[in-house]
């Protein structure tokens, strides 16, 4: 690898984060802190957990092909040519992010919002893909150490960065913005997620989100959600920083608007004006609640100073996330009519539960199939968290799901709230519902799995699509 392609250069790493090592001579072309995605030529950053130490894995990593090591000490059975020793090895992650962002003349996006952010940040990154070198956020790692490790993996000659923020509580924001310093920021929306933690209710939460303005300088530009009933008080709060504000949604008032959204179960055909330019587009991903996504991405990507028309054309190739939406085909006995499966395992608030219903609703059963969901606790809703799991119940009768699984001690609420004829079974984990869902399906049936993180209806997911296994076994038999 030259020099010229490597992220950081080992003078460079030593020089930013004030650590020693014993060689100069390597070169990195990405930063890891996980072996078992580590690419070969990545510089591992041992990082030390709650429940993992990062220099157990040191040697593993330089095994796989790791350039260098970010540690603390020495490691048994590794040369000193390979380990870069500083005192805080997230502190020295931290500081690679930061001399990433100040030496890069890239346009800076940061993307915050209660839900929403990650498939924002995949259609932004596929929007300015094709028009200049790109680098976005990994997967949805949005918090104190998944923002610095996404930052200083940015080459130096980047022309659009693109980083999510996140938060469970106040203050978490605040300093992942001023180490970001985005150019332009985008609030998907705001919504009572991980309204446990804060005292104040949802004013906590716009301020909470409102943090990404702080570390932005005058005259730097936000896209806010203009459907929302907190967007004049975000507009204030962004306009008392001396930032711009455009923003985005069904409202005529918007920058960005939709004019007209066919919505199919396969996605939407979108009209939309985007600051006075009129433009038609496809999407891969169902849900009006995409469309608004979508406009917040090309409003910004016309404010990057990037072609819309051109990343109109790339968001047509999106497609849905894994966790998120994606829609998957499970074989049955019908060879013509498998089971949809629609896994939006990942996570979950009211809000997303609400849109992602309406998203099965669009989705027709194949013969003699039925709409199933399957859902998991929405969690850190605080004390009011028992009724909001109950009024689920009505957006389901609405969008004409036929059975619903439950698991969890919220989720409960929600199973005794509905009419016998849609219950299906509750049960207290995911794990114990995994052993039933694969067991009651027929051929033709829409599945979506839904819940947040903590819930683990990953497993039911996974349950689901082993289906087809057990369906060859049962045949051999």
Request: one cysteine or more.
């Amino acid at each position: 690898m030259s020099k010229s392609n490597a992220v950081w250069t080992a003078i460079d790493v030593i020089k930013v984060t004030g650590g020693t090592c014993s060689s100069n001579q390597w070169s990195a072309s990405g930063i890891s802190i996980d072996t078992r995605t580590l690419q070969k030529g990545d510089l591992f950053v041992a990082l030390v957990g709650e429940n993992a130490d990062g220099h157990d894995y040191v040697k593993v990593a330089i095994d796989a092909g790791a350039c260098a090591a970010i540690v603390t000490k020495q490691v048994l059975g590794v040369d000193e040519d390979k380990l870069l020793i500083v005192t805080d090895t997230l502190k020295a992650m931290e500081d690679l992010g930061k001399s990433a962002r100040a030496r890069t003349a890239a346009k800076i996006i940061g993307i915050t919002g209660s839900v929403g952010k990650t498939g924002t940040k995949e259609m932004l990154a596929a929007s300015l893909g094709g028009q200049g070198q790109t680098h976005a956020s990994i997967k949805s790692y949005n918090n104190h150490w998944g923002v610095p490790l996404s930052l200083s993996g940015m080459h130096a000659g980047t022309d659009f960065g693109i980083f999510e923020m996140g938060m469970n509580h106040p203050n978490e924001i605040t300093p992942l913005s001023k180490m970001v310093k985005p150019n332009i920021a985008i609030i998907t929306t705001i919504a009572p997620v991980h309204i446990e933690h804060f005292s104040d209710g949802l004013e906590g939460i716009i301020a909470a989100k409102a943090e990404i303005f702080d570390g932005m300088d005058e005259g730097a530009e936000v896209v806010l959600n203009h459907d929302l009933d907190s967007f004049e008080i975000l507009k204030e709060m962004a306009v008392a920083r001396g930032l711009k504000v455009y923003s985005f949604g069904e409202d005529k008032e918007a920058n960005a608007k939709i004019i007209d959204c066919l919505e199919a179960a396969n996605g939407s055909r979108v009209k939309a004006e985007i600051m006075g330019e009129e433009i038609s587009f496809n999407l891969q991903i169902a849900g009006r609640h995409i469309a608004c996504n979508a406009l917040a991405v090309l409003l910004t990507v016309k404010l990057a100073g990037a072609d819309i028309t051109k990343a109109a054309k790339s968001l047509a190739q999106q497609e849905p996330i894994v966790g998120r939406g994606k829609r998957e085909f499970i074989q049955t006995s019908e060879k013509d009519n498998p089971i949809t499966l629609i896994d939006e395992s990942y996570n979950a608030s009211p809000l997303a539960m609400n849109a992602a219903f309406k998203v099965l609703a669009l989705v027709d059963p194949g013969r003699g199939g039925r709409r199933i969901a399957v859902l998991g606790d929405m969690l850190e809703l605080g004390p009011d968290s028992g009724k909001m799991h109950k009024d689920l119940a009505l957006p389901i009768k609405a969008c004409n799901v036929d059975l619903v699984y439950t698991c969890g001690k919220n989720m409960r609420k929600l199973y005794e709230e509905l009419p016998a004829n849609q219950r299906g079974v509750h049960k207290d984990t995911s794990h114990d519902l995994a052993q039933i869902v694969p067991d009651v399906l027929v051929p033709g049936d829409v599945v979506m799995v839904k819940g947040s993180l903590g819930s683990k209806m990953g497993l039911v997911v996974e349950a689901l699509r082993s289906l087809p296994n057990k369906l060859t076994v049962k045949k051999k038999v």
